[in-house]
């Protein structure tokens, strides 16, 4: 069974993704989205794990998965949704963050610097930074999904080493607080633990430890103690 997460992008098998999305094609409304649906899977364009339906469960435990497919701005900023066979599905192996050579309509010259920077942050800390939202669709795809005012999504995954060390911790989160300060945009996302349990990064570097945060998991969304997620937050001010 292949590994699932929040965030996770996979990539569908060009020969299956005409089946999987020939009744979103045909649906009434759809001409103006259809040749970027269409041709998704022939672009070798991921999708993304979501959290299924409670419809969805008997399909999930006969081995699919549930995915999404967000379309830009100018298409409605649908979020479209399917299942697709385990079996059709492999990891995207591609970036998970713009660089120097990434050329996309929203990645401004501004933009481009707020990039670097969060690249320079991840480096200190040896975190690589994971684009989610508009920068990873812009980023992926070269269409239109950063409006003037969007914000910029980003992931920071824990190693065990960094979620058990609360010097380690407490050093990022204000490090990552001082240089989202500095940016052009507003710097949204989340802190993501070893068991991929999330944690808004902001929210995080705000609470105590006894205090409920909003943890995310692929299937799940519940208000948990800090102290549940790690106790490195025991000495942090």
Same mark, same amino acid.
């Given at each position: &069974? =292949?590994?699932?997460?929040?965030?996770?992008?996979?990539?569908?098998?060009?020969?299956?993704?005409?089946?999987?999305?020939?009744?979103?094609? +045909?649906?009434? !409304? @759809?001409?103006?989205?259809?040749?970027?649906?269409?041709?998704?899977?022939?672009? !070798?364009?991921?999708?993304?794990?979501?959290?299924?339906?409670?419809?969805?469960?008997?399909?999930?435990?006969?081995?699919?998965?549930?995915?999404?497919?967000?379309?830009?701005?100018? &298409?409605?900023?649908?979020? =479209?949704?399917?299942?697709?066979?385990?079996?059709?599905?492999?990891?995207?192996?591609?970036?998970?963050?713009?660089?120097?050579? /990434?050329?996309?309509?929203?990645?401004?010259?501004?933009?481009?610097?707020?990039?670097?920077?969060?690249?320079?942050?991840?480096?200190?800390? @040896?975190?690589?930074?994971?684009?989610?939202?508009?920068?990873?669709?812009? /980023?992926?795809?070269? =269409?239109?999904?950063?409006?003037? /005012?969007?914000?910029? #999504?980003?992931?920071?995954?824990?190693?065990?080493?960094?979620?058990? @060390?609360?010097?380690?911790?407490?050093?990022?989160?204000?490090?990552?607080? +001082?240089?989202?300060?500095? =940016?052009?945009?507003?710097?949204? !996302?989340?802190?993501?633990?070893? #068991?991929?349990?999330?944690?808004?990064?902001?929210?995080?570097?705000?609470?105590?430890?006894?205090?409920?945060?909003?943890?995310?998991?692929?299937?799940?969304?519940?208000? &948990?103690?800090?102290?549940?997620?790690?106790?490195?937050?025991? @000495? &942090?001010?």
């Amino acid at each position: &069974m =292949l590994p699932l997460w929040r965030h996770r992008l996979l990539v569908v098998r060009p020969d299956v993704w005409p089946g999987i999305c020939a009744d979103t094609l +045909k649906a009434p !409304g @759809n001409e103006a989205i259809r040749p970027v649906v269409s041709g998704w899977g022939e672009r !070798g364009w991921p999708l993304i794990c979501r959290r299924p339906f409670q419809s969805e469960l008997k399909e999930l435990a006969a081995g699919g998965v549930a995915v999404g497919l967000p379309l830009p701005p100018a &298409m409605g900023k649908q979020r =479209l949704s399917f299942i697709v066979p385990c079996s059709a599905l492999s990891a995207f192996s591609g970036k998970l963050w713009p660089d120097q050579t /990434t050329s996309a309509p929203g990645i401004t010259s501004a933009r481009q610097e707020d990039i670097s920077a969060l690249l320079a942050l991840g480096a200190r800390h @040896n975190i690589q930074p994971e684009a989610t939202g508009s920068l990873l669709w812009e /980023t992926l795809t070269g =269409l239109a999904y950063l409006s003037e /005012t969007s914000d910029f #999504d980003v992931v920071w995954r824990l190693s065990h080493l960094e979620a058990e @060390n609360p010097d380690a911790l407490r050093a990022f989160l204000h490090d990552l607080s +001082k240089t989202a300060c500095k =940016l052009s945009v507003r710097l949204d !996302g989340e802190i993501i633990f070893p #068991d991929y349990r999330a944690v808004q990064w902001q929210e995080l570097i705000t609470a105590d430890p006894d205090d409920e945060v909003l943890v995310k998991t692929l299937f799940s969304v519940a208000l &948990m103690p800090l102290r549940s997620l790690t106790d490195v937050r025991e @000495n &942090m001010t």
